[in-house]
């Protein structure tokens, strides 16, 4: 089987951060889960998501680790991969056969949000951090420049700091977004 078979299990592109599978993953997984959809292949579908996580997390993690059998290591990582596809369809059946909400307080749910969480607090201070510094370099550099022995405007600095702030507060917005969301599930909950 294809990895790009599990990416688009999970609806993903083939170039997709670890983030952007553990969002899929938690997505599908809520959608496919079958004590939530009652449809005829959901339990399958659940599965399928769950065996496409695993390899897709196993194929990121053996691209950042060098192969220690340099004989045959694609017969190695095929035979290996085999049996971890074994593994995760026996944790898939297991997590399909739990109530939602249990399957919410797995480990595999749970950390995967944990880390989305994590990352949108990273992403909330950096963005704050960009906005400080586009306005300590507007400080610093003023409003006009010395050109010929003239004043004159700083636009190109200006522009720059405008767009650096704009991409500061982009960063803000949308990760508050995501905590605003995450904090008004876990009241409910």
């Known amino acids: 089987m294809q990895s ?4 688009s299990i999970l609806g993903v592109s083939e170039n997709a951060s670890i983030r952007e599978i553990k969002n899929a993953f938690r997505r ?10 009652k449809t005829k292949g959901a339990h399958e579908r659940f599965i399928d998501i769950n065996e496409a996580y695993t390899y897709l997390m196993n194929l990121h993690n053996r691209e ?21 596809r074994q593994k995760a369809r026996a944790r898939a059946a297991t997590r399909a056969r739990m109530k939602f909400e249990e399957f919410q307080r797995s480990a595999i749910y749970r950390t995967t949000s944990r880390l989305s969480h994590m990352l949108d607090y990273f992403l909330l201070f950096l963005g704050i951090f960009i906005i400080i510094a586009a306005g300590f370099g507007l400080y610093t550099q003023g409003l006009y420049i010395e050109d010929d022995g003239e ?7 200006i522009v720059a700091d405008i767009i650096i702030t704009f991409a500061g507060t982009l960063f803000i917005l949308l990760s508050w977004s995501n905590i605003r969301t995450y ?3 876990t009241r409910k909950d």
């Open 151 to 157: 004043e004159v405007l700083n636009i190109s600095g």
């Open 28 to 37: 599908k997984a809520k959608a496919y889960h079958p004590d939530i959809n």
């Open 4 to 7: 790009s078979h599990y990416y």
């Open 64 to 84: 950042t680790r060098d192969i220690t059998d340099h004989s045959d290591p694609d017969g190695h990582y095929i035979r290996w991969m085999e049996r971890e």
């Open 183 to 185: 904090r008004k599930k």
